[in-house]
């Protein structure tokens, strides 16, 4: 009896171990080695700020995801896409709110009225400056100025000053290929803080020399041009032509340090002007509308964090790791938390534009008009793109711009 015993002992354990052994892995971090990349290798040398390939004088290693084997959705092709413009490099300059949401109405335009046409995302920066400058005096200096901004901002410019192909204005001189608006910016906000310093708040004469600053760095804006034989000013094109109503987009917005189902602030930098037009919804709803949207039709300009470690850049590919916080306890509380910690910050806004089902998982693509969505190749498919799992979007990404027809059941209970 006592040898049977120990035998079914044995067996138990036995069976135990083995089912142990194969208990799913856990994800694992691993350290990457900081490589020269396209930005360095293309965009600096287009302006000339360095003479040779970056050299490196510390192995710089930084903490990621270790994505290697998994069967990751990192091709374009396997993804069901809307029509949109191919991707393009907003280069040294902080305007990724611009290039997105400029590639969100240019996509709405086709599915719209059917015309495939490109505008000028230098305009709207161009007109952006212009009233950042107008605030800094009327506030005397207590106004960001910087160069970045959230996506209603081209809406809100639209309705101010239109908007214009990119042919006829695209914000590149002397023969450059990327945007750098380092010097200009730089130039700018030294004036204006010389502005301040002398307590010398002449609007006029502000705002005529920070549009001298710009003409000089990215040319002056056109007032009237020609397209198919026929003249338009930059309002008439956005109405006549691109037919592109401002108001109907709207912004989406989920985080529960304001109150949901009202429109709230949405309070970052970037929101210089305190637009108070985001709609706030539950994060359930959030992700509802996402998964919806795009299956309907809609794209979106989205915007969140992506300087984390589940973000691969080797892979394109931006994930949640389990060390960081497992699927089944993504919340609204997690969201939140990351949020006021400032470990989930405003970081960059980008293009939603397809989606993919996947192993009882949503995949997004995402395309992308920064450095780091781009690999040496220019002529790879996946040049310019991204692959976001659906965890990612609703941990990490704060807000997107939407038309309104997309989401009318939710606009209805906020009304």
Known sequence: MKKLTLTILSVLILSGLSSYAQEPQTDKGMFIEYEPNYFLNS???????????????????????????????????????????????????????????????????????????????????????????????????????????EGNAVTRMFKMYGAVPENVYNGLLLGKKYHDHSDMYKEMNDYLHSIKKANAWNEEEVIATIKDIMNFYIGRPPSEFTIEGKKYTPKTYLTEYLKINPDDYIEILSYMQEPYWEKVEYKVPDN????????????????????KAIRNGYTMSIGGDVSEAGFVRKNNCAMVPGFDIPSEYIDENARQFRFSNNSTTDDHGMHLIAYLEKDGKDWYLIKDSSSGSRKNDENAPEFGYYFFQDDYIKLKMMNFTIHKDAVKDIINKFE
């Open 43 to 149: 965009i600096l040398m287009d302006n000339r700020e360095v003479e040779k390939k970056f050299e490196r004088k510390e192995v710089d290693k930084r903490f990621f995801m270790d994505q290697s084997g998994m069967d990751l959705p990192i091709k374009v092709d396997l993804y069901e896409q809307i029509w949109h413009t191919p991707t393009i490099s907003q280069g040294k300059a902080g305007t990724c709110w611009c290039f997105s949401t400029i590639s969100l109405i240019e996509s709405e335009v086709k599915r719209l009225s059917g015309k495939e046409v490109k505008i000028s995302e230098i305009f709207i920066v161009y007109w952006e400056y212009v009233e950042k400058a107008k605030e800094y005096v009327k506030t005397r200096g207590k106004s960001l100025f910087a160069q970045g901004s």
């Open 272 to 291: 210089w002007w305190h637009s108070k037009e985001y709609y706030n919804v539950p994060l359930d709803v959030y992700m509802d509308i996402v998964k």
